[in-house]
């Protein structure tokens, strides 16, 4: 069956711009991919868990002893437009949460 | 002609503590190779002779001393380009990082160059290791050495290529569902996926972090072995990096496969003819090798491709999120609000499979739909495992092709992205489960392709794997010389 | 006019005092200059990855047993997807079905002696964002062209602090803020200045009609600094709920902003669409799957907490229940009031001179003012008071004295000539001299007006530079008006 997607609101949720044209062959592509992968619903049942880690393991901790930072000039380096210190954009107007 | 490049590390190291040559003269030769035919490769996106040529010279310094040396110590390297370095750029692939240099290394190249590793330069490869074929890079495809007009195999395309073609002695590729072992089938070189966590993480630009390895090319199963010794062991910067003993990989390679019980994985129709034959052909040699071969079913292979199409592109769909145009990397013009900018920055930056997977993420993961999905694709993860449990019951190692068909033409399967997806069937499971395995080359098909053929093993299985590739690759004894090298 | 009942559930954002950050090895609150405690790690660099501090873990359970949760045998970290700058990731790495402890309560005092019962309804763990200046003239986001970012707190272990909607009033409110706290403080696990943001509480407000269950549509506020703000806008949203209620209008679930300036919550612009954080487990962080016998270790090891605190000061030491509470509201007060009774100074008193006047002190000095005064002044000072040796007002000046100089009270005594002048000779002659100075109050005295003798009191002990002692001074001043 093939799968209906409101590209517009994922794209937003990820935050990409598309063209026309890429939002057309997005919607025919991904209900395709869509309607292979939903295969993964034929066969796991209620009674199987889910494996989010590939090799079990738990507790993996650090002591909390301080590491040297980088310096100040590798952080801003690659710093697409900074001032003051201090990374800058354009202005904000959504608030986060 | 044969030159320095065009040998093993193994044979390369031994001359080099004979001071038969220096690390100076194999840097140079694998510099004269990389001039020569990379412009027709492409799988060079960065070059580093300067650094080779230094770290060399400090090397034979060092060595004239007599000091003990490191197996990998003066063999030139070189690194898939989504593994950082400091102060050298790395773009993995895509026009989102054109001019990223890092404030760091990642933990393979910190432990390799701690070794004496000479690095060459960074390799092309499928934008952020998404792809099959390296036609998804930023820079343009990688060509296979072996046919020019054939794709390399990808993501880890320029690493395999590169190794093929001699341009290094032996590279470090990444491998989240196939990445390694498809490339270097198609290339005809011996490409490890290890245990997963059994090599750090950290430094590796995050594709699907449940899934990625650091994974190798070389020209032989015991280079592998030998490159796996200096890169195992645990990472305090990675969480998932597992605390097994560091060992040396190479004792017991030689050990032959008399009783080893082998399991052939059954493969259906969608097999190239030849491909199933050379791997049918190398199972009997294994026989005669004294191997216990019999034959092996893993119920949900088909079901585990529709798992990885989305676990993978859900978890990279987070991991991708920090492209933004605002810490590093490329920022679009003509943004009115951060948003705004952010959604521009990324729509540009990001190539065509870039966008795809990371919508195919988000829509995977986003409300009413994560159950259906992302969460069933996990469940089908735990019935591969348990797949794989079932085998190693009854086998040490399991046999398949590495991929269903040898190189294919640049162009012919880039309008498909289903096609595309179906190169994965036999290298997925394996990252699914966190098993180890390796592709080596088996054979040839009609139009002289090189054939790769897979062999897996348990969790942390490794030398049972090095075990059996090396006693087949021995018993095989393929000439791996591509016809570009012929007028080189 | 139907009655309405306020429901509040309040959300604590716990910034813990840790070496280092949660997922690396940077420096918490150390750098005084923007992005200069951080790596790849806190700058959301590609390849880097998060290994969880141990101590940041240890706390979150003590807090957790503090608050008499549950500790999950089993905690997983998930992954908030949503996109702001100030987010290096622009995923949060916080808990989501699984969190480290559940189900708990605290035990808040309310006015009148009356204890209420807050349910905890999860405590988990997370990591802080960056700080973002919004760069117009005003400051202010809305018309601001540009926002700079400093990640120096970016990736700050942060505890969130879930209540069940249990409060009721603002007060309510405020009282469980100043509980949790009190038992924060205790714990020695975080600052918690709310002015200062190391403890943040967002606030979810609705009414329904007074008797009936059914919960109405919650608004979200967010943005107090203070206790008192935080009470300010609870009063103001019950407020405007209720008129809005009344003249039949739906309340709209949102996110309000308080604006302190203002006096008002404001509503946020925020699209409601774009909160689908997709959460999903964190891949590149194994569980935590805490060892049951290290748990109760932490359990024996908690230290008092300010509830039981409070009750033994009432129980043992008499105090008013209002002294107890400033005294175990406040860390510093309630160490030095601790190590006072080591001394075996009279605790009544003790109290008494810790919660006013060197309270007092401590407030017009300010956080980063100098307080030298120890545990040694004020039981010197309670004895010497206690003796005569030094009057109150004397004693008043010797802790000011200390405070600053930090001199040992029997030196400030004997340096500012502090010692309550009891010779009747001595007095005498002041005494006389400010009878003649003052010779109508002495007639009003003669003619029945008692009460005037303090005042003449007051004039004897400024005549005497506040060394006499004030009892032998009224002694005195009887006999001769008297005679
Ligand atoms: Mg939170
Ligand atoms: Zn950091």
Redesign the interface.
């Known amino acids: 069956m093939p799968v209906e ?1 409101d ?1 517009d ?11 026309v044209e ?1 939002q057309a062959s ?1 919607r025919t ?2 209900s ?3 309607e ?10 209620q009674d ?23 310096p ?1 000039e ?8 900074a ?15 | 002609m044969t030159e320095l490049c065009d040998l093993t590390g193994a044979e390369l190291a031994a001359k080099l503590r004979a001071g038969e040559i220096t690390a100076v003269e194999l840097a140079e030769s694998s510099l004269r190779r990389l001039d020569a035919v990379d412009e027709r490769l492409n799988a060079f996106l960065t070059r580093t002779p300067q650094v080779a040529l230094e770290r060399a010279a400090e090397l034979d310094a060092y060595l004239s001393t007599g000091a003990p040396q490191s197996a990998v110590a003066g063999i030139p390297l070189a690194l898939k380009d989504v593994l950082t370095t400091n102060g050298i750029r790395t773009t993995a692939g895509s026009k989102m990082l054109e ?3 890092p ?2 290394d990642c933990t393979a190249w910190t432990r390799l160059s701690g070794a004496g590793s000479v690095l060459i330069g960074k390799t092309n490869c499928d934008e952020f290791a998404m792809g099959s074929s390296n036609e998804n890079s930023a820079y343009g495809p990688v060509h296979n050495p072996w046919d020019l007009n054939a794709v390399p195999g990808g993501s880890s395309g320029g690493s395999a290529a590169a190794v093929a073609a001699g341009e290094v002695v032996w590279s470090l590729g990444t491998d989240t569902g196939g990445s390694v072992r498809q490339p270097a089938a198609l290339c005809g070189v011996v490409g490890l996926k290890p ?3 059994l090599i750090s993480r950290y430094g590796l630009i995050a594709f699907a972090s ?2 990625d390895t650091v994974g190798t090319f070389t020209r032989s199963t015991r280079d592998a072995a030998t490159l796996l010794s200096v890169l195992a062991g645990q990472d ?1 910067r990675d ?2 990096s ?1 605390d097994t003993p560091v060992r040396d990989y190479t004792e017991g390679i030689d050990a032959g496969v008399a009783g080893m019980r082998v399991g052939v994985v059954g493969f259906g129709e969608g097999v190239q003819p030849d491909v199933a034959a050379s791997v049918r052909a190398a199972v009997e040699r294994l026989a005669a090798l004294g191997a216990d071969v019999g034959e092996v079913t893993l119920l ?1 292979t ?2 585990g ?3 990885y ?2 676990i993978a592109p859900s978890e990279a ?1 987070s991991n991708l ?1 920090r492209y ?8 679009a013009e003509g ?10 920055t ?3 930056g ?1 190539g ?1 499979e870039v ?2 997977r ?3 993420g ?3 993961l ?1 409300a009413g739909y994560y159950d ?2 992302y ?9 591969i ?1 348990r797949d794989y449990e079932t085998a190693f019951a009854g086998y040490d190692v399991l046999v398949s092709p590495t991929s269903p068909t040898t190189a294919f033409k640049i162009g012919e399967r880039s309008g498909d ?2 096609a595309m ?1 179906l190169s994965d069937v036999f290298t997925i499971p394996a ?4 098993v180890p395995a390796i592709s080596i080359p088996s054979g040839f098909d009609s139009a002289g392709l090189p054939i790769g053929l897979q062999f897996t093993a348990p ?1 942390l299985g490794e030398s049972t794997l090095f075990r059996a590739a090396h006693a087949l690759e021995t018993d095989l004894g393929l000439d791996l010389r591509p016809p570009l090298l012929a007028g080189v | 006019m139907a009655e309405w009942e306020t429901v509040i559930g309040l959300e604590c954002h716990v910034e813990l005092s ?3 950050k949660m997922f ?4 918490v609150g150390f ?1 005084a ?8 790690v806190c ?1 959301g660099h590609p390849g880097s990855l998060p ?7 240890r706390r979150i359970v003590t807090i957790g047993l503090a608050l008499d949760c549950t500790i999950a045998p089993h905690s ?1 970290f998930h992954r908030k997807n ?6 290096p990731k622009n995923f949060q790495i916080s808990q989501f079905d699984l969190p480290i402890c559940l189900g708990g309560h605290l035990d808040v005092e309310l006015p009148g002696g009356v204890t209420k019962r807050v349910g905890i309804t999860r405590v988990h763990m997370e990591e802080d ?1 960056g700080k ?4 117009s003239a005003s400051g202010r ?1 809305h018309d ?8 120096n707190r970016a990736g700050t272990p942060l505890v969130e602090c879930v209540s069940e909607p249990d409060i009721r009033s603002p007060e309510e409110a405020g009282a469980y803020i100043r509980e949790l706290r009190a038992t924060l403080e205790a714990l020695d696990v975080s600052d918690v200045r709310m002015e200062e943001g190391s403890l943040r509480c967002d606030a979810n407000v609705s009414l329904r009609p007074a008797g009936t269950e059914p919960l109405g549509t919650k608004v979200e506020i967010k943005n107090m600094n203070s206790i008192r703000s935080l009470e300010r806008a609870l009063t103001y949203e019950m407020a405007r709920q209720q008129k809005a209620l009344e003249n039949g209008e739906a309340i709209v679930q949102e ?1 309000r ?1 308080w604006d302190e300036d203002a006096g008002a919550t404001k509503s ?4 409601e ?4 954080y ?1 959460y ?2 964190e ?1 590149d ?7 049951p016998a290290w748990v109760e270790d932490l359990r024996a090891a908690l230290p008092e907490l300010p509830r039981a605190r409070r009750e033994r000061y009432v129980r043992m030491f008499d105090l008013k229940p209002v002294v107890a509470d400033v005294l175990v509201g406040d860390r510093v007060s309630s160490a030095l009031f601790e190590e006072t009774l080591a001394l075996e100074a009279d605790p009544r008193l003790a109290a008494n001179w810790i919660t006013q006047d060197l309270a007092g002190l401590r407030n017009k000095a300010g956080a980063e003012g100098p307080n030298l005064v120890t545990a040694r002044h004020i039981a010197d000072l309670v004895a010497l008071v206690a003796a005569d040796t030094i009057s109150g007002q004397g004693a008043k000046q010797a802790l000011e004295d200390a405070f600053v100089t930090g001199d040992a009270i029997a030196g400030i005594v004997e340096r500012r000539g502090l010692t309550q002048v009891s010779d009747a000779g001595a007095l005498g002659a002041i005494v006389d001299r400010v009878l003649s100075e003052n010779s109508e109050v002495a007639e009003q005295f003669r003619g029945g007006k008692q009460e005037v003798i303090g005042f003449l009191v007051g004039q004897v002990m400024k005549g005497s530079g506040g060394s006499a002692n004030p009892k032998l001074a009224q002694e005195l001043l009887r006999e001769r008006l008297n005679g």
């Open positions: 997607i590209i609101h994922v794209a937003k949720l990820a935050r990409l711009q598309l063209t890429e997005l592509q991904l395709l991919i869509l292979h992968a939903a295969k993964v619903g034929e066969v796991a049942a199987v868990p889910p494996t989010a880690y590939a090799i079990p393991r738990s507790n993996v901790l650090r002591p909390d002893v301080p590491e040297p930072s980088i100040h590798a952080a801003m380096q690659n710093a697409p437009e001032d003051q210190g201090r990374f800058k954009v354009v202005r904000i107007v959504e608030t986060g949460s | 001019t990223y240099v404030p760091y245990t997963y966590g449940s899934l305090h969480a998932t597992l949900h088909d079901y491709l529709s798992a199409y989305l769909s999120a933004d145009g605002v810490r590093f990397g490329y920022r943004g009115t609000d951060v948003e705004d900018m952010m959604s521009r990324r729509g540009a990001f065509p966008k795809r990371i919508m195919l988000t829509y995977s986003s259906a999905y969460g069933q694709a996990q469940k089908v993860r735990t019935l495992i992205p289903m997806y990252n699914l489960a966190g969790v | 840790t070496q280092t690396c090895g940077c420096r750098g200059q923007p992005n200069t405690d951080v790596c790849p700058l290994v969880p501090n141990a101590e940041a873990i997983l949503y996109f702001y700058p100030d987010m964002t973002t200046t919004h760069g986001i601001a062209d540009s926002a700079l970012i400093d990640y996110t902003h946020m612009r925020s699209k669409e774009a909160f689908d997709r999903f487990p891949p962080i194994p569980p935590l799957d805490p060892d």
